[in-house]
């Protein structure tokens, strides 16, 4: 009897609200709004949250499950049929319970193994991986498989914009919410796309982090700990080599050469630094996927949105390598696709 063999049979997506464009987020939050373009390259991002009055409209959950509905459809799928749900975020909606179970509840999924990995931009691979390692394994035949962030939750709506430096104000031009999901089957459903490879490495061994959320108690909700920070420069620096190190990675493992590579889905930190890191990748011949500069930095959210506007493009027999990185302690990961 053949090992079974992972496919990508669908992807959904939801994006809360209308999208927020640099002029209005100039006047919420008081940034420049040619400044917000030049420094990120970001035109416009979705948010969880009225940054107006605070209110927040959706929580994770309320997205993921949206996600994860259109994902099932797409498919042709019941809830029914899962046998298996991983979800993957930074930014769970409460540390127990676990966001996944709520996501699985509201879906109609039960008395199946799920799991959630608490993971920054690499948690999406991260929960892949966990998925098609099961699907490989003969412990489940169709896994749903979702990633997502409400970053917003985290941003203070009411201060003063002008006691605000620029490394603060960035995080609000940087970042948005949003989720996807995707369906993985050991049947070669939808376009037939076949998970070559999925990898995700831990190298932040001895290294400070390049970012830190923080959550706060009862007991130290006076603390004078920062919420959020990010070393931009040690980001600006580390994630194109280490964007590099896992493309090779993915190739070498597969015996692929780089000019067989038809589409790239390169790390989505922002539209600046997305170009760049596209434009020093390998395979220069390759198809590039960037959703960042319209949709925001939303964390587990984004290889989704790609993976999304890839079945868009991708039309007959052909490669796709996606890379992501996580800064908060330093993982590399990635995942290769192949349309026979």
Same mark, same amino acid.
């Given at each position: ?61 309320? $997205? ?7 994902? !099932?459809?797409?498919? @042709?799928? #019941? +809830? =029914?049929? &899962? ?109 037939? $796309? ?7 490495? !831990?190298?932040?061994? @001895?290294? #400070? +982090? =390049?970012? &830190? ?124 696709? #192949?349309?026979?």
């Amino acid at each position: 009897m053949a090992p079974p063999t992972a496919y990508l049979a669908s992807v959904g997506t939801c994006l809360p609200g209308d999208p927020v464009d640099n002029a209005t987020l100039a006047k919420l939050v008081g940034v420049d709004e040619t400044w917000a373009e030049m420094f990120t390259g970001n035109i416009s991002r979705y948010f969880a949250v009225d940054l107006a009055t605070g209110q927040i409209r959706h929580s994770l959950a309320d $997205i993921a499950t949206t996600a994860a509905d259109r994902a !099932l459809a797409e498919a @042709g799928l #019941e +809830p =029914g049929d &899962v046998d298996c749900v991983v979800l993957g975020t930074a930014t769970p909606d409460h540390l127990m319970p676990a966001t996944v179970n709520l996501v699985a509840d509201r879906l109609g999924v039960d008395n199946v193994p799920t799991y959630q990995l608490q993971s920054g931009c690499a948690g999406a691979v991260q929960a892949l991986d966990v998925a098609r390692t099961l699907l490989l394994a003969g412990r489940c035949t169709t896994a749903l498989v979702i990633g997502g962030d409400v970053c917003a939750k985290h941003l203070q709506t009411d201060f003063d914009p002008g006691s605000r430096t620029s490394a603060e104000l960035v995080n609000y031009v940087l970042f948005g919410d949003g989720a996807g999901a995707a369906v993985l089957s050991t049947e070669a459903r939808g376009q037939g $796309i076949e998970i070559r490879q999925v990898l995700n490495r !831990l190298v932040g061994l @001895g290294r #400070e +982090p =390049g970012q &830190v959320i923080d959550w706060f108690g009862l007991g130290d909700r006076h603390s004078d700990r920062t919420a959020v920070f990010e070393d931009y420069k040690a980001i600006e620096e580390a994630v194109p080599v280490m964007a590099g190190q896992m493309f090779w990675e993915l190739l070498e493992d597969l015996g692929w050469s780089a000019d067989a590579v038809d589409f790239l889905l390169p790390p989505q930190l922002s539209g600046r630094m997305s170009d760049r890191i596209s434009a020093g990748m390998p395979a220069p011949e390759a198809q590039r996927i960037n959703v960042v500069r319209t949709v925001g930095n939303n964390g587990n959210a984004l290889p989704f949105l790609q993976l999304a506007e890839l079945l868009r493009q991708w039309d007959g027999p052909g490669r796709a390598v996606a890379v992501a990185i996580e800064s908060s302690k330093w993982i590399k990961s990635g995942i290769a696709l #192949e349309r026979s």
